[in-house]
């Protein structure tokens, strides 16, 4: 919205600043003056303002200028229009307002012999041409100026039609489902039993407070005109702009609140600019009103003031002073209220006694100030003009302890775990699409849709990150960026559209070389093992009596259809399903032109937050020597490794205090199923220095555990 | 004791040579490793060194001599090499540790690049939420979180956006499907704010209430540099007797000097929001020029960071719904939202928002 300083000053000839200086003061009083142009000597500047919705009052000139007054407690000239003397009528213009509900006032005044044409310089010190002019605002007829000069002035809409193509009177109804109206955009509208219409006694005329209708609109040829100024509801009009998709300057201003007074103003500023061409007033301003929305607009009950109440939320002030009771009625007596100073009660003044002289007013609301309904917003109008940055900065007291999140900790180790890991973290969308979602939602059919979805892409709530993760992978692969470890926490959406569940989740994604940069040493390709090493260390930040990884045959249906059937696992832990991850299924890789070997995996976190995040604890350290033994092992190919590790833990020596796979290797000299293993062993007591032939019966019954698990020790 | 003998060398060839001085070096070392208390590191010194029957005099008395003129070079270096094997070995014994030339021979290039294990990078977005939310933590709040999906009440209704108010047009709203025929307060939609946590919480627990709230919040809105249909939020609730507008001040003037620094000022203007009143929008000198004016702050030296205001009474009534004790004239309560991402942008001099969600490696290791 633009300002004109002149303009304003025309309001304000008292102004004591010049036009940097009020910009400013008027932004910080809220009324935001975002850029200034100086628009050259004795024009002043123009302002570019951003006013925020719930001022509409103060999208207008004369409403900037008010705010003026507040600020520097000046009087602001007030809006009058001489009109000349109306010819008298016969019979009063009809207007009949219907409906009731919705429209509160309408004026009508019948001008005759009018000449429509370009708007010269005729109106009072050729205010329209300056003005204009200097706002760039376009001329484009008399008719069509005047309604843009009351709106640039005082943001009251009005309208002006043809009163010779209006049958008999004005009637304000809503419409007829099916009646048809062609618009000034030129468009024909059917309209419905829900639009507010100003119509005659045949036809729709125009949308009430959105757009005037074709038909009656003014033309070269015009000679008789009707002025239109009335007052409608923001529902009303919302609901009709919106049906229609119509969003203009009217309705903007409606929807949001007009002033019930304004109209008869507005009229007269739109006849007087008419008249100016020639032409004459024919009888009185018809003015119908509802008493029951002027009681609701203009005529509000009195809102009830305390000022201990406007210390008790605004506090402390640089100014030791506070507010006083001067203060709160010069700055709303200035904006237009009317304050009536009331009896303390008794026992207010004795529970304040010491601390301020309280007072409280009955304070009359301005008609043109409809967000204006409660004492607090009367509060925030004395805190906006008394200047926010006039109060101090003060700390309120401290509250009880610090309590984190539940789950705070269990987030933290995780994504220390991933980091230290060499992975990055990434956030994704929160949506993919629906064929991504049937492929990697864990409970498929459990997919919300959006209604509105940004992009066929994103067309529902993710049930799972894997998407997001895949996405971000080859988003770097396809760029050339090799090395990828990446991921993810976030939230996945599971449910129907009557009601989601939301539950936190990991994922995580992986190609190209190890997180190891050396001149010395080859890099290595990341692979499932390496991957498989990251789980386990995520998972063991968590207190749980087990953890395995299993894999299910491909016919049970079980393993995700994103990953390898033969190189994927699933989590488990303390029996319970808390992921999956492996090798990204070759044929995914395939629909994402991804040639490389991708590795990716998620882990339910709202499982795994179930446990406990494991607690340090320090265990004694043997100061006795440890004792190392290797296995050297002939192994089947279809024996696990599971199955070895197994029979060495049932043995149950308390002294082997560590066992391992130390090495892994297929020798030429064994036989085509077999392969070798070393198997590491530490033997140790905590009280005492082992004894040889102990440590010999321990290695015999290891080599016996494994020969009964399919291993024979290598000779 | 007397030393065993050196032997006759016959043959003065480079790879006899090298035999030779190979022995000799695995005695010293074996009879250096056999050592065990001072008496023997002397002994160990007669026996190598001693200036009379030491083997190395012995060495350079026989073999030194008996070599022809073309060996004798060869036979020096190896000499002096040995020689200098077994001082090591004498220092190292005696505890003084290896000799310069023995380590010297050990020497490696340093200006090589050093081998790194890589570590990831925490998310700047988490990384910002994370230092706001640890400012508010040691002004003793909470941390609460909500849903993504919420209902129109909790993210509009009870904000005070009451039904087809025009500042429900201000957040476009990206809805879950098939919602026309339900109850207009139980539709479900993505939280175009963090602010519904407000609720959530004040239902849950009567005053005194003191929170942050981060969290991801979405809107229908078109990308560019700096809007993204996905972007974050932290929200700040503090509801108590006597909480007052300076109070609100007094936190965020803190707030903003624990996040940029103690140089940092701020200003505030009114400004609109349903749910609180008064309400402010918050600016702070600019942390690129100091205030002095720039490109970045439109030369103004301002920045706005956030917005903020006093609970509206409104907001409370609905939250007295399920615990009465949220009596607007009995307490009194501030809040205030700022997104992340902008703050984010700032700080790490980001210009395009979208980077933050494209998980493109180059972009997050610098973060590290």
């Given amino acids: ?715 | 004791m007397t030393n065993e003998a050196i032997p006759n060398l016959t043959a003065f060839d480079e790879a006899s040579l090298d035999k030779a001085f190979a022995q000799l070096e695995q005695q010293a070392r074996d009879s250096a490793a056999a050592i065990d208390g001072s008496e023997a590191v002397e002994a160990f010194r007669l026996e190598w060194l001693g200036r009379k029957q030491g083997r190395l005099n012995d060495v350079s008395g026989k073999w030194l001599k008996a070599a022809p003129a073309e060996a004798k070079k060869l036979l020096g270096q190896k000499f002096n090499a040995l020689k200098a094997t077994v001082e090591g070995l004498l220092e190292q014994a005696s505890g003084a540790g290896p000799s310069d030339a023995a380590l010297a021979a050990e020497a490696i290039d340093i200006t090589l690049p050093g081998t790194k294990r890589l570590t990831g990078a925490e998310h700047p977005i988490t990384k910002t939420l994370n230092e706001i939310v640890g400012v508010f933590a040691a002004l003793g709040y909470l941390v609460g979180v909500g849903p993504e999906v919420e209902t129109d009440f909790y993210n509009f209704e009870s904000m005070n956006f009451p039904p087809g108010h025009p500042a429900r047009d201000t957040q476009d709203t990206l809805v879950v499907a098939n919602q026309e025929r339900r109850p207009l307060r139980d539709r479900l939609l993505l939280r175009t704010h963090t602010s519904p946590v407000q609720m959530r919480t004040m239902e849950k627990q009567p005053p005194p209430v003191r929170i942050v709230i981060p969290g991801k919040v979405h809107r229908n809105d078109a990308a560019d540099a700096t809007h993204s249909p996905i972007f974050h939020q932290v929200e700040g609730l503090c509801v108590d007797a006597n909480i007052t507008f300076s109070d609100l001040k007094g936190t965020l003037d803190h707030a903003m000097k624990a996040l940029f620094g103690s140089s940092a000022k701020t200003r505030f203007f009114p400004s609109f929001f349903p749910f609180t009143e008064p309400s402010a929008d918050v600016q702070i000198s600019c942390i690129f020029c100091g205030g002095k004016g720039c490109r970045k702050c439109k030369q103004s030296g301002w920045i706005e960071l956030l917005g903020c205001g006093m609970v509206d009474p409104a907001v409370f009534a609905f939250a007295a719904e399920k615990q009465p004790a949220y009596d607007p004239k009995k307490i009194s309560g501030f809040a205030f939202g700022m997104g992340v991402e902008r703050i984010a942008m700032m700080k790490y001099g980001v210009s395009e928002i979208g980077q933050f969600y494209a998980g493109d490696m180059r972009f997050l290791s610098q973060f590290v």
Wanted: charged share 25%.
């Fill in chain 1, 1 to 715: 919205m633009k300002i004109l300083t002149q303009w304003l000053r025309a309001f304000l000839p008292a102004l004591p600043v010049n036009d940097a200086q009020l910009a400013e003061d008027l932004t910080l009083r809220g009324i935001a003056v975002e850029g200034i142009y100086d628009l050259g000597a004795g024009n002043g500047s123009l302002y570019e303002m951003d006013i925020t919705t719930n001022r509409v009052d103060a999208m207008n000139h004369y409403g900037v200028a008010r705010e003026a007054a507040a600020i520097y407690g000046l009087t602001l000239s007030p809006l009058t229009f001489e009109l000349p003397k109306p010819r008298p009528s016969a019979k009063d213009f009809s207007v009949k307002i219907e409906a009731e509900d919705v429209c509160g006032r309408f004026t009508a005044r019948v001008l005759r012999g009018v000449k429509i044409g370009d708007s010269r310089d005729w109106f009072a010190d050729a205010e329209v041409a300056t003005y204009f002019g200097l706002l760039e605002q376009k001329k484009i007829s008399n008719a069509v100026d005047a309604t843009n000069f009351a709106w640039l002035l005082m943001g009251q809409p009005t309208h002006a039609f043809d009163l010779d193509k209006i049958e008999g009177g004005i009637v304000v109804r809503r419409a007829r489902k099916g009646e048809k109206l062609k618009t000034l955009d030129g468009i024909e509208r059917t309209l419905d039993a829900e639009d507010l219409i100003v119509a005659d006694h045949g036809k729709p005329l125009g949308l009430a407070g959105v757009m005037g209708g074709w038909d009656t609109m003014i033309t070269p040829e015009t000679k008789n005109v009707l002025v239109e100024a009335a007052w409608f509801d923001p529902m009303a009009v919302r609901r009709t702009a919106r049906r229609h998709g119509l969003h203009t300057d009217a309705s903007h201003r409606f929807e949001r609140g007009a002033d019930f007074n304004a109209a008869p103003v507005a009229s007269a500023i739109v006849a007087s600019i008419l008249l100016a061409g020639g032409g004459h007033i024919e009888g009185d301003l018809v003015d119908v009103r509802v008493p029951a929305i002027e009681a609701k607009t203009a005529q509000r009950r009195p809102v009830a003031l305390v000022l201990s109440e406007v210390r008790r939320l605004l506090g402390t002030t640089i100014d030791q002073e506070g507010i006083p009771a001067e203060t709160v009625e010069k700055v709303l007596t200035a904006l237009g209220c009317e304050l009536t100073m009331q009896q303390v009660s008794a026992l207010r003044a004795s529970e304040l006694a010491g601390q301020h002289e309280d007072a409280a007013w009955e304070v009359t609301l301005p008609s043109w100030r409809l967000d204006i309904e409660r004492e607090i917003d009367l509060i925030e109008e004395v805190a906006r003009v008394y200047g926010y940055n006039g109060f101090a900065n003060t700390l309120p007291a401290f509250g009880e302890g610090v309590k984190a999140l539940p789950w705070a900790e269990a987030e933290a180790a995780v994504r220390a775990t991933l980091r230290a890991a060499g992975f990055h973290e990434a956030i994704a969308s929160t949506f993919c699409s629906a064929a991504d979602a049937a492929l990697t939602a864990p409970q498929p059919g459990l997919v919300v849709p959006l209604g509105n979805p940004l992009s066929e892409e994103a067309g529902v709530l993710r049930p799972s990150l894997a998407p997001g993760m895949l996405t971000m992978v080859a988003g770097n692969l396809h760029r050339d960026v090799s090395d990828v470890r990446l991921f993810e926490l976030g939230t996945v959406f599971s449910g129907s559209t009557e009601k989601v569940e939301e539950r936190p989740a990991l994922a995580f994604g992986a190609a190209g070389a190890l997180p190891e940069q050396s001149t010395l040493h080859a890099a290595r390709e990341i692979d499932f093992y390496d991957i498989k090493g990251v789980v386990e260390q995520v998972l063991s930040r968590f207190a749980m009596d087990s953890m395995y990884f299993d894999r299910f045959p491909a016919e049970a249906g079980l393993t995700p259809e994103w990953l390898h059937p033969y190189r994927s696992a699933r989590i488990a832990a303390d029996g319970i399903t808390v992921g999956w991850f492996g090798q990204l299924h070759p044929r995914e890789a395939a629909a994402r032109k991804l040639k490389e070997t991708v590795l990716v995996g998620e882990i339910y976190l709202d499982r795994l937050y179930k446990l406990p995040v494991r607690k340090p604890a320090a265990r004694e350290v043997s100061r006795f020597q440890p004792v190392r033994r290797d296995f050297s092992l002939v192994v089947d190919k279809s024996v696990r490794w599971e199955s070895i590790d197994a029979a060495v833990a049932a043995l149950g020596i308390p002294e082997l205090v560590e066992w391992r796979a130390r090495e892994l290797f297929h020798d030429p000299k064994l036989g085509a199923n077999e392969y070798a293993l070393l198997l590491g062993a530490t033997f140790q007591a905590p009280d005492r220095t082992l004894r040889d032939d102990e440590l010999q019966e321990w290695h015999a019954r290891v080599v016996e555990a494994v020969s009964k698990a399919g291993a024979r020790l290598r000779s």
